[in-house]
């Protein structure tokens, strides 16, 4: 019933830039904050963006100024604008909805991979 699928991903050079998408369906998206995790071989799951459904966002330290994450409520769709690549950037990118308004709920993408190598 619930479904985060993502787009974009993919092999880019260092210093290129690169766009992912999630789209949701089966949920009520304007009660839901939405994040990108990303996951690297070997490292623990890290929080990379997250936008509430009024717009604030946060983001890793060491992506800020880099990467920007925004949401279309009409589409129900979340977005990351990867700009400035870096080898270290490489990692499977998780799109997650987390509800923040009534009983709380948490769904996951499928995460396209995204590799950043010359």
């Known amino acids: 019933q619930v479904q985060l699928v993502e787009s974009g991903g993919g092999l880019v050079q260092p210093g290129r830039s690169l766009n992912v998408s999630c789209t949701a369906s089966g949920i009520i998206f304007r009660l839901y904050a939405m994040g990108w995790y990303r996951q690297a071989p070997g490292k623990q799951r890290e929080l990379v963006a997250r936008?509430?459904?009024?717009?604030?966002?946060n983001y890793l330290d060491s992506v800020k100024g880099r990467f920007t994450i925004a949401r279309d409520n009409a589409k129900n769709t979340v977005y990351l604008q990867m700009s400035s690549l870096k080898s270290e950037d490489t990692a499977v990118y998780y799109c997650n909805a987390d509800r923040l308004i009534g009983t709380r709920r948490e769904y996951w993408g499928q995460g396209p991979q995204v590799t950043v190598s010359s």
């Open positions: 936008i509430t459904p009024s717009g604030t966002t």
